[in-house]
RNA sequence: GGAGAGAUGGCCGAGUGGUCGAAGGCGCUCGCCUGCUAAGCGAGUGUUGGGCGAAAGCUCAACCGAGGGUUCAAAUCCCUCUCUCUCCGCCA
């Protein structure tokens, strides 16, 4: 959520920032300003009665205490006219306060200086590439087919337990989801995250403290007895262990990460071009998440990148990083950088990580602040996070990469996590 | 799940209808003093939304778990909810 204050001050550069998200506000901003002003209006209206109310309220007091009681009756009469004024008053705030709100969550954040303008994912620019694809043999299969080549992941066992999306791992496959997240955590630890475990299901105030909810209700497994829902990724809990905090600024950066598994309905989306790893409904994740000054925000998200891109170096996959165009990217997200891995069988690109600056976006919305030492007054933080990694694809290109005659290579970062070299 | 107690500022803790945004203590910040890992003295120290101001600042309103009610007036009385603690039950 933008900052009224911001919107006040600053609506043409609004506008024009948004425009590079092909985002028409014009219309919106108008209604906002105006519910702003209206806003406003009550208040200083209603303020003024209510301060006149304490007055008279007090001066009731002491003339009861000098026993003056007539003219307490006579001030008490005086109130009553003022009470009904205050009243009509007040009731309209709360519906002109939630249609304001009910605007301003309707507006994107607004993209850094440095993104370009796009309208899809053609235009989102390549920043690094590395790793050599691998050279594999005409035969070379797919994962869906190595999987049961295998006997590691099995999909039909996950129907009978659950349904189409949730994997049953198994064996040195289920060994391998462990071992990745051993090594996506230990990385981060070396890179100065402190870890979380959060619990994976989250309160409607969590989900709103990070925008799934209202918007993205549907993309939520609800646990509806209870009023919770399945996170669809530990950027939920773990940012919203800062909503309603006031941090002091030599607490910055506080940088966690937290390895959960992750559970999206994915209502709509599923397709051919899905099969296999690429879409689950429950998967497993690293996530990074830093609260920055707003100072170092985007050193902090080129720290970010850095780090997700040592990861996927390790793993010997080869790699492109973009940075996402205008139209590319979330709502939510300032900039926004997406690593994808090449699937050598598929013969296509796949989407690991994506890692974003939200600024003070998510920020205001989590009514997350810091203070400055010897300041009074208090800011937005910068809010960033970024899979680091997610299993899945990666699990996917691991197998179709490494596929040899002898079985599946395990990349040697990996080794010590596993125990073993080759799945076969 | 059953019974009881409670929820006040960063923390502890007073406050049962009026001058309480809230005593006192701790902590923290600044200043003074003192020469020995510390003590003493003084001042300051919540959040949010407005108004005025170039700014420092001044000022108004709201907030004592949340929401509602009674009253001229509520931290204080009433109702609902949430959470915490203690005991019992169940249990990885």
Redesign the pocket.
Known sequence: MLT?NLIRENSEFVINRLKVKNFNAEEIIVKILELDAQR?EL??KS??L??E??R???E???L??DGRKEEAEAA?KL??SL?EEIKALTDRLPAVDSELRNELVRLPNLPYEKVAPGKSADDNVIIRQGGAAAALPENALPHWDLIRKYDIIDFELGIKLTGAGFPVYKGRGAKLQRALISFFLDRGESAGYREIMPPIVVNEDSGFGTGQLPDKEGQMYHVTVDNFYLIPTAEVPVTNIYRDI?LNAEELPVKNIAYTPCFRREAGSWGAHVRGLNRLHQFDKVEIVQIAHPDNSYTALEEMVNHVESLVAALGLPYRILRLCGGDMSFTSAMTYDFEVWSAAQKRWLEVSSTSNFESFQANRLKC?F?EK?E?Q?RLVHTLNGSALALPRIVAAILENNQTEAGIRIPDALKTYTGFDIIN
């Open positions: 009224i406003r208040q200083v303020d003024q209510q301060s109310m304490n008279l309220s007090k009731i007091g002491s009861m205490k008490k109130t009553y009470k006031i602040r203070k010897g009074k208090t």
